[in-house]
């Protein structure tokens, strides 16, 4: 790991590989990581909607606004 | 895929059709995307209401404040 | 419609038109769109109160800070 | 009406006049417009505070941070 | 008054002068205005904290962040 | 007191000094107060976490994010 | 102590080391710190999530939004 490790190099690597964000109000995208910005935008392909674990909504491509995330890890 | 493409480019392969966008406040407004900028500010044409998945208006071209916006999602 | 079409147009186009002007507390402002700037600050001319579709107030002349806001429309 | 009117302008013929500032929790401030700035601080002279319409306190002179100001009007 | 005041003044008027800070959190501190920034940071000097009007802590001096405040009066 | 004294210069005079850090969620820091920057991020060493007045926790340093922050006030 | 000591000082000291990540919503997460960046954006790896003090989730690398959190401690 290089000393000067940033946030968004994280993000970066998940690109492509399917994650999950979680939002302000509790609900979860899981999802391929397409893309993101430095307000962490996040699109995600191939993506449904959880809460509480159980899947509500199967979503396709969505767009999630930065300011709405708590976190985003690793599925 | 391009290696660097951005959220925006996603709400720009949108244009011109049907999207959902939810906010914060929980109401869904589903219409066809006519415009956006880096706020996510949104305009909707031939938009309606739904509140819990039930249309509750009809109403026409609107104007989203990015800030309350969580996802966009195609419909 | 211009390919790069950007919110704002739209308010520009609803100028000295009736617009309905929701808020994040879910009072609903109804006046002739007189002003906006890039915050989304908005003036209405000759406007009413609504909370759930009933007239409150007649208001005259009001400033509404844009961070309020959640959606503009057409009445 | 200017065609370029903004929403300031209309602050600015409010100056020395009655208004009323409501605020996101709820409360009232009426008195006679002395000062505002691009973040919308709003200093009133001569003020009262309401609450559901009823005169809870008298203040003289009062600023009023603009982030939690929702809508100004004249009295 | 002169005809460009601003929202600042009214609080360089009353530095060393006793008053009472309100926040969005409903708690009252009253001391002697020592410092404010644009941000409206403020500092006071022998400081109280009151709840619903009763004194609660003697606090001596406090710095209150800007963010926090609704309203700034003289006691 | 230098007549342009700022908020700032007060957090300064309190480095190394015990300081309580309230936050908007209630929680109280009391520690050393270590460092700070113009968002009010602070650092505090030997510090410990009150909840209505009662320690809950020891936390030797902890850093603590400006826009959580109500108050700040010596010990 | 340098005199000049500033906050993210103290997270880069932290830097490899076990840490906790409490955030607005009182969730904590528990992991090496990574990365972090001056919006307080930080990346845990080999972290889990607790609620309450009882670990819910293990979650590997994952991203935090900064504006979701409130203080950063070492375990």
Redesign the interface.
């Known amino acids: 790991?290089a000393?000067t490790?940033?946030?968004?190099?994280?993000?970066n690597r998940a690109r492509n590989k399917r994650v999950i964000v979680e939002?302000?109000?509790?609900?979860q995208?899981i999802g391929k990581l397409?893309?993101?910005?430095i307000h962490?935008?996040?699109?995600l392909d191939e993506?449904e909607e959880r809460v509480n674990g159980e899947v509500k909504r199967k979503?396709?491509?969505?767009?999630?606004?930065?300011?709405?995330?708590?976190?985003?890890?690793?599925e």
């Open positions: 790991m000393e490790s940033r946030p968004l190099d994280a993000l939002l302000k109000n509790d609900k995208y397409n893309a993101f910005d962490i935008n996040v699109v993506s979503l396709g491509t969505i767009f999630i606004r930065g300011d709405t995330i708590t976190i985003i890890s690793p």
